[in-house]
């Protein structure tokens, strides 16, 4: 298959086609996705990204990191951040 026949998986979705997605390819939806759910959380609660890193035992560049979906948390991230943002209000 030369580049001109080549199609993206979104396209190839919307014509109907079957597509098998790599497990990267899904990992990094989820890791978008996670890192919109704590963005859209954080501004909820009015933190900055440097609140509530201190909050969760976090660095800026972490929070910043899992924001973007550049990287996943560890499982003990994960759980810092999670009792970050299940509070229903900043102190």
């Known amino acids: 298959m030369n580049h001109s026949q080549w199609k993206t998986t979104r396209t190839r979705k ?8 790599s497990a990267a390819y899904l990992q990094a939806g989820y890791a ?8 859209d959380r954080r501004m909820e609660l009015g ?11 976090m660095t800026q560049s972490q929070i910043s990191a899992i924001e973007s979906g550049d990287a996943g948390p560890t499982l003990l ?9 299940l509070r229903c209000c900043a102190p």
Request: hydrophobic share 45%; charged share 15%; aromatic share 6%.
């Open 14 to 21: 919307l014509l109907g086609e079957m597509v098998e997605e």
């Open 47 to 57: 933190l900055s990204q440097a609140e509530m890193a201190q909050r969760a035992g």
């Open 77 to 85: 991230g994960s759980e810092q951040c999670g009792a970050v943002l």
């Open 32 to 39: 978008f996705a996670l890192g919109q759910a704590v963005y």
